[in-house]
């Protein structure tokens, strides 16, 4: 069931029923996502998975860990008390968005008390390690979310930042808990776009979600994707657009809709300008947008090095050819291995690069930054 109210949309129907099959059936009560930042998880949740899930009688709920302003717990908290409120998925989330002090009405004492005697939570002060009240509100939320008497599928939407913080850690035991508890009627599904924070969260042996989930993959835009959006600008722009050069930017931006569609915000108010040309604005206007320079700025000269040497796709970071290269880019004496590894480790926390799962494979979460810090490699 398509989000009709966004004619730029793209519908990916026959996703979001496949990952909804496994729930629906029974074989999956928990599932996991990985896939690069910006390439179109949170749309596809709110507008594709989310109503089809609805669509088909189910309670969903939705909760967006990036970059929030409040806590975890806070928004777990938020998103459970307003998935029965008429408005849909997008409301929802663009309404918390807007909030600058929610507040929250519980019950209370521990769940089940009574209903009237309720206490107003200011979300936006919980902060640090959770309450034991405020972990048996969240309980008491999942429980009446997840109805007995009925289905509800939760939303977990950049779930790795739930191990960024070791305040966090009641938390999670107490998610985990909750939800193992009530596998036969709530599903969830964690989205991430971290490797590194997924695997904290669910590959380790000592991960606080270990084998909870499994993975399922998250396939690039196909060409369908761009025939769409090229129809929809021709209805509202007026504009025919050549396919053949459009295919070939989504191709270079990594299939990545929302540069894609920043590419064509530009033609919209330039409709002569040639494709190539607006290609190399977004990419242009992206550094400046997403603060490149002042992360580049923020790195070490060692840090800058590694960086440079990753975004070149190099296979054996800690080769003795790679530190080499790295010193003699540097003007100085070949680095450590153990010098190195500290380099790599600083862009791993700093969401810049993730590991594979291949042995010393790196990653940039944003592959356009990696193809920035490659332009300037000397």
């Not at 929250?104 to 919980?126: C, F, M, Q, R």
């Not at 070149?312 to 190195?340: H, M, Y």
Request: net charge positive; glycine share 6%.
């Amino acid at each position: 069931m398509p989000q009709a109210d966004d004619p730029w949309h793209y519908s990916r129907e026959s996703l979001a029923q496949r990952y909804f099959d496994q729930f629906d059936s029974g074989l999956s009560h928990a599932n996991v996502i990985f896939g690069l930042r910006r390439t179109g998880k949170t749309e596809f949740l709110l507008k594709d998975l989310g109503p089809l899930a609805q669509a088909n009688g189910w309670r969903v709920a939705y909760v967006s860990l990036w970059q929030s302003r409040l806590s975890p717990l806070a928004v777990l908290l938020h998103a459970l008390s307003s998935a029965s409120r008429r408005g849909s998925l997008v409301e929802r989330a663009e309404a918390l968005a807007r909030a600058t002090r929610p507040k929250l009405k519980l019950g209370a004492g521990a769940p089940g008390g009574d209903a009237k005697a309720e206490i107003e939570v200011d979300l936006s002060e919980l902060r640090g390690p959770p309450t034991h009240d405020a972990l048996l509100h969240l309980d008491d939320l999942i429980d009446r979310f997840a109805r007995p008497n009925g289905r509800a599928l939760l939303l977990i939407d950049e779930a790795q930042e739930l191990a960024a913080n070791e305040d966090n850690q009641p938390l999670v035991a107490a998610l985990r808990t909750s939800l193992d508890q009530r596998k036969g009627r709530l599903a969830v599904l964690f989205t991430g776009s971290s490797q590194d924070g997924l695997r904290r969260m669910f590959s380790r042996r000592d991960a606080p979600f270990f084998h909870f989930g499994s993975p399922l993959d998250w396939p690039p835009l196909e060409d369908g994707f761009v025939d769409h959006m090229l129809a929809t600008f021709a209805k509202i722009v007026r504009v025919k657009l050549n396919r053949r050069d459009c295919l070939k930017a989504h191709c270079a931006l990594d299939r990545n809709p929302y540069f894609f569609r920043k590419m064509l915000e530009l033609l919209a108010f330039d409709p002569h300008r040639d494709v190539a040309a607006a290609l190399a604005m977004v990419r242009e206007r992206a550094a400046e947008d997403l603060r490149y320079p002042d992360v580049w700025r923020s790195l070490s000269p060692l840090q800058r090095a590694v960086a440079q040497q990753l975004s070149q796709a190099t296979e054996q970071p800690f080769g003795r050819e790679t530190l080499a290269s790295i010193g003699r880019s540097l003007g100085a004496r070949t680095p450590t291995r153990a010098q190195t590894l500290a380099a790599i480790r600083h862009l791993t926390r700093a969401g810049i690069v993730s590991r594979t799962g291949e042995r010393g494979g790196y990653v940039f979460n944003d592959p356009e930054f990696g193809r920035w810090i490659t332009a300037r490699a000397p």
